[in-house]
């Protein structure tokens, strides 16, 4: 049995859904007669849905997180939303860690449902043991409770796990947890991921073995 495992976030990591995200978040703003541009659809990016509104929440008058939220969920499952791609090499990668037994688990800022739908495209929810989503957790990224707890779920301490990520606030909650972790350049620049401990342009390059290495140095 593999003791060290791999903890993937989900949107922007494992399956390409930003654009749908950055498309609902802008016909949000936009149908409240808001601006909206890159900086502000930024604040978005690696975080749970409702914490990061509740940071715009005042700018829509009358509105709640919620009924403001529910409604950018309806733009993003839509059917005019632009559909989710999974990442390259991110298919093969889970498959071949399943194969070889390494536990693995996704932490994701989503809902469950939604992380359900989108595992479809990397192989299949099966193949992971442990799911961490919004629902679960009473922090979001980067706070690091999702990490930990994920590395509580497969039975591994932090420091036998690495996590994969797109965003700061998750390579943020991952550092905070006591993980190592690789980025991929998927929706931020390199520099933005400089925290992390390897910086990639997606999952096609990733080697396990090469990776395991390199962390026991």
Same mark, same amino acid.
């Given at each position: 049995?593999?003791? *060290?495992?791999?903890?993937?976030?989900? @949107?922007? /990591?494992?399956? %390409?859904? =930003? *654009?749908?995200?950055?498309? %609902?978040?802008?016909?949000?703003?936009?149908?409240?007669?808001?601006?909206?541009?890159?900086?502000?659809?930024?604040?978005?990016?690696?975080?749970?849905?409702? =914490?990061?509104?509740?940071?715009?929440?005042?700018?829509?008058?009358? &509105? /709640? !997180?919620?009924?403001?939220?529910?409604?950018?969920?309806?733009?993003?499952?839509?059917? @005019?939303?632009?559909?989710?791609? $999974?990442?390259?090499?991110?298919?093969?990668?889970?498959?071949?860690?399943?194969? =070889?037994?390494?536990?693995?688990?996704?932490?994701?800022?989503?809902?469950?449902?939604?992380?359900?739908?989108?595992?479809?495209? !990397?192989?299949?929810? @099966?193949?992971?043991?442990?799911?961490?989503?919004?629902? #679960?957790?009473?922090?979001?990224?980067?706070?690091?409770? &999702?990490?930990? $707890?994920?590395?509580? %779920?497969?039975?591994?301490?932090?420091?036998?796990?690495?996590?994969?990520?797109?965003?700061?606030?998750?390579?943020?909650?991952?550092?905070?947890? &006591?993980?190592?972790?690789?980025?991929?350049?998927?929706?931020?620049?390199?520099?933005?991921?400089? #925290?992390? #401990?390897?910086?990639?342009?997606?999952? /096609?390059?990733?080697?396990?073995?090469?990776?395991?290495?390199?962390?026991?140095?």
């Amino acid at each position: 049995m593999n003791s *060290h495992a791999a903890l993937f976030d989900l @949107d922007g /990591t494992l399956v %390409a859904t =930003e *654009h749908r995200s950055r498309a %609902a978040w802008t016909r949000l703003f936009r149908a409240h007669g808001l601006p909206v541009d890159d900086a502000l659809l930024a604040t978005f990016v690696g975080r749970r849905g409702k =914490e990061a509104l509740a940071d715009h929440v005042h700018r829509f008058p009358g &509105g /709640t !997180v919620d009924e403001l939220f529910e409604e950018a969920v309806g733009y993003q499952t839509g059917p @005019d939303s632009p559909p989710p791609y $999974a990442v390259p090499g991110a298919e093969a990668l889970v498959k071949s860690l399943h194969a =070889e037994g390494v536990p693995m688990a996704v932490v994701t800022s989503g809902l469950r449902d939604h992380a359900g739908e989108l595992l479809d495209l !990397v192989g299949g929810a @099966d193949l992971f043991a442990a799911f961490i989503t919004a629902e #679960d957790v009473s922090r979001g990224k980067p706070d690091p409770e &999702g990490f930990m $707890a994920g590395c509580a %779920a497969l039975g591994v301490v932090p420091a036998d796990a690495i996590a994969f990520e797109d965003a700061p606030a998750g390579i943020a909650a991952a550092r905070a947890a &006591g993980l190592r972790c690789v980025a991929v350049t998927t929706t931020h620049p390199a520099a933005a991921l400089a #925290d992390a #401990d390897l910086v990639l342009p997606d999952l /096609t390059e990733v080697d396990w073995s090469t990776l395991l290495r390199k962390s026991a140095r």
